[in-house]
Antibody, heavy 117, light 107 residues
Framework: EVHLVESGGGLVQPGGSLRLSCAAS????????MHWVRQTTGKGLEWVSVIGKAADTSYSGSVNGRFVISRENAKNSLFLQMNSLRAGDTAIYYC???????????WGQGTTVTVSS | SFDLTQPPSVSVSPGQTASITCSGD??????VCWYQQKPGQSPVLVIY???KRPSGIPERFSGSNSGNTATLTISGTQAMDEADYYCQAWDSSTGVVFGGGTKLTVL
């Protein structure tokens, strides 16, 4: 069964850093683009970043320069290094498998990041 | 930046057809997909590449995209279809873009 499990969320102070992980199973991880998407409580979805099969990356304007996406295919793992965190980064962070046309067909359960002093 | 606009809410009676729109500049030139999200759950892809259904998605879900508007249509709407629905597309300048979401109420 195809599965994505996020971890690494928690409470962090403004200006701090956090590293999220996403463990993939049940599919050939290296063959897919992988995305991070976030959602604030009661609000809509916001795309954060994508890493392609060739490890090419792209970021939303709101996180560009602060967040770094990476992958380790040998461990079927996706990461999001989040630096210079702000209150506005508080959200549930989902990892999702990309179909290459930018749609995302498998989503994890999400991990919660809270940025607060 | 590229924006996608959805109505905040749509209501439909059980068994009737629900239509949810998504508007954006020259949206018909891009692929659009749709997600369903129920409270406390992760999003589920229900339509991709404008009109394709992933495996396991009921046939009552369909999509179209032309001009500046994409539409998600749910035929014979059921109570279990009550959820938030998000459209999404890719823009070369902005990246992945989501619409603001539409709350579908079945009453």
């Amino acid at each position: 069964e195809v599965h994505l499990v996020e971890s690494g969320g928690g409470l962090v102070q403004p200006g701090g850093s956090l590293r999220l992980s996403c463990a993939a199973s049940g599919f050939s991880f290296s063959s897919y683009d992988m995305h991070w998407v976030r959602q604030t409580t009661g609000k809509g979805l916001e795309w954060v970043s994508v890493i392609g099969k060739a490890a090419d990356t792209s970021y939303s304007g709101s996180v560009n320069g602060r967040f770094v996406i990476s992958r380790e295919n040998a461990k079927n793992s996706l990461f999001l290094q989040m630096n210079s965190l702000r209150a506005g980064d508080t959200a549930i962070y989902y990892c999702a498998r990309g179909l290459g046309d930018s749609s995302m067909d498998v989503w994890g359960q999400g991990t919660t990041v809270t940025v607060s002093s | 930046s590229f924006d996608l606009t959805q109505p905040p809410s749509v209501s439909v009676s059980p068994g009737q057809t629900a239509s949810i729109t998504c508007s954006g500049d020259k949206l018909g030139d891009k692929y659009v997909c749709w997600y369903q999200q129920k409270p406390g759950q992760s999003p589920v892809l229900v339509i991709y590449q404008d009109d394709k259904r992933p495996s396991g998605i009921p046939e009552r879900f369909s999509g179209s995209n032309s001009g500046n508007t994409a539409t998600l249509t749910i035929s014979g709407t059921q109570a279990m279809d009550e959820a938030d629905y998000y459209c999404q597309a890719w823009d070369s300048s902005t990246g992945v873009v989501f619409g603001g979401g539409t709350k579908l109420t079945v009453l």
